[in-house]
């Protein structure tokens, strides 16, 4: 009897952790209670970087896709909104730079495009994805 608990447990806390992935690129409607407004405005300039507020929702990134010219500094600030499992991290597909996202703390992330196309970015589990397009 003792092994078929386990089993229930086991598999309960497995599929609870996958509940939260969605491939999907809708965030919710506004920061989760109690959160601090963003760091920066979106598409806010320091210099000659440009910083953009990504929110990392129970649906995806937001925004999940961001344009940018050739050449142009981007300073990508994730904000987890999410306790999903899936928000946790954020993984840079071109170069596999990862960094771990605390729920409701900004973390940046920078990124130069050299060329046209896209550079794309993902959660750890690569269910929630974005890109910069660049053109």
Same mark, same amino acid.
């Given at each position: 009897m003792k092994r078929a608990w386990v089993f229930v447990?086991?598999?309960?806390?497995?599929?609870?952790?996958?509940?939260?992935? #969605? %491939? +999907? #690129? %809708?965030?919710?409607? =506004? !920061?989760? !209670? =109690?959160?601090?407004? !963003?760091?920066t405005p979106k598409g806010a300039t320091s210099g000659d970087t440009r910083r953009v507020d990504v929110t990392v929702g129970d649906t995806g990134f937001e925004p999940a896709s961001i344009p940018a010219k050739v050449g142009e500094k981007l300073t990508l600030v994730f904000t987890r909104r999410t306790t999903s499992p899936c928000g946790g991290e954020v993984v840079l597909k +071109?170069?596999?730079?990862k960094k771990e996202l605390p729920l409701n703390e900004p973390v940046e992330l920078a990124v130069v495009?050299? %060329?046209? =196309? +896209?550079v794309d970015f993902a959660c750890g589990m690569d269910m929630m994805q974005g890109s910069v397009v660049v053109q």
């Open positions: 447990l086991a598999f309960g806390v497995l599929g609870a952790g996958a509940v939260g992935c #969605k %491939k +999907s #690129k %809708k965030a919710p409607a =506004g !920061p989760a !209670p =109690g959160a601090s407004a !963003p760091a +071109s170069t596999g730079e495009v050299d %060329k046209a =196309g +896209s």
